[in-house]
């Protein structure tokens, strides 16, 4: 029995920081979330997990070997950091919102809106999997308290995570029917090209940043990261493109890839090989064979196609 005790309260606690964490961050996209049923949800969410970490507590106590003096000190430190926590989110709410005002973009871009709902889906579904193995646990420990609320938190996290999943479709919705807008607006200067751009810009918005053509995107330094930006395909640059504008819309990135913005030598170059390239460049137009040599020195800098530009430029 002390056994399975000892292994209860952990799962009370892991429990305790895992509805801390989603508190934490509901309080946080709050404040950047229209009026509506979305926000509701939240808000409604917040209250009843806080009146269920309470619960917590209580239960770790009453299960936890009286230890006035050690009690009292693990309570002030577990004040002290919850005092914290709420001091320094405003903090960083304010700076979101300065932040988002200072990229002249409204804190409501449909763009944000879904990225916050992924990361409420999945700081979620943390908290579910806490309260399964606590669940487990209570049950092995035959302590019905502590089983009942996990059941009930467990019930509330599950609801939300339905409702969570709504918010998703409607946020992706919105994010299509905003490039789908975006694509009508440009129709004039090409609509074939201006489609695949926007489409593109939308996949950067709403990608991971493991998942970018740059790997270790947001630990490069901007000097480190402009460099490798020359590497990339237009294809590869319009999704980095978006993803920046969504994100840090770093001015000095997002000008280095309008630098590299020009029109590939062909259809379907970026896609090619040295080696095809190459074999190409035999055939062309010397005119062609010149924009070939600037688009390369410009961007991948392969020497093998570098030297075959010039050569045929030379016959």
Do not use: K
């Not at 409204?106 to 399964?132: F, K, P």
């Not at 308290?145 to 992706?172: G, N, V, W």
């Not at 000008?255 to 970026?270: F, H, K, S, T």
């Amino acid at each position: 029995m002390a056994v399975t005790t000892n292994a209860l309260i952990p799962a009370l606690e892991d429990a305790r920081e895992a509805h801390t964490a989603v508190i934490d961050r509901f309080r946080s996209d709050v404040n950047v979330t229209p009026a509506g049923p979305h926000r509701s949800a939240l808000e409604d969410h917040m209250s009843a997990t806080q009146d269920h970490i309470t619960r917590i507590d209580r239960r770790i106590r009453a299960l936890r070997p009286s230890r006035p003096l050690q009690d009292t000190i693990q309570s002030v430190g577990t004040l002290a950091r919850d005092a914290v926590r709420l001091t320094r989110l405003p903090l960083e709410i304010g700076a979101l919102i300065a932040t988002e005002a200072i990229r002249g973009r409204q804190s409501t871009d449909e763009r944000r809106l879904l990225r916050n709902a992924e990361d409420e889906y999945g700081i979620t579904a943390r908290a579910v999997a806490a309260c399964r193995a606590g669940q487990s646990i209570a049950v092995e420990a035959h302590d019905q308290a502590a089983a009942d609320l996990f059941e009930e938190l467990l019930r509330q996290d599950e609801d939300l995570l339905r409702r969570l999943q709504d918010s998703l479709a409607e946020h992706a919705a919105a994010v299509a029917a905003e490039a789908a807008d975006a694509w009508r607006a440009s129709m004039e200067g090409g609509p074939a090209d201006a489609a695949t751009r926007v489409a593109q810009e939308v996949r950067g918005a709403v990608t991971r940043a493991e998942d970018l053509p740059v790997s270790g995107y947001e630990q490069l330094e901007v000097s480190d990261l402009t460099g490798q930006l020359r590497m990339l395909s237009q294809a590869d640059l319009t999704v980095v493109e978006g993803y920046e504008r969504a994100h840090a819309n770093r001015p000095e990135v997002l000008n280095a890839i309008e630098r590299l913005r020009v029109g590939e030598p062909w259809p379907g170059y970026d896609d090619m090989a040295a080696e095809q390239i190459r074999a190409r460049l035999q055939g062309v137009d010397p005119a062609l064979a010149g924009e070939v040599l600037e688009y390369e020195r410009g961007h991948r800098r392969r020497s093998a196609v570098i030297t075959a530009a010039e050569a045929r430029l030379t016959l």
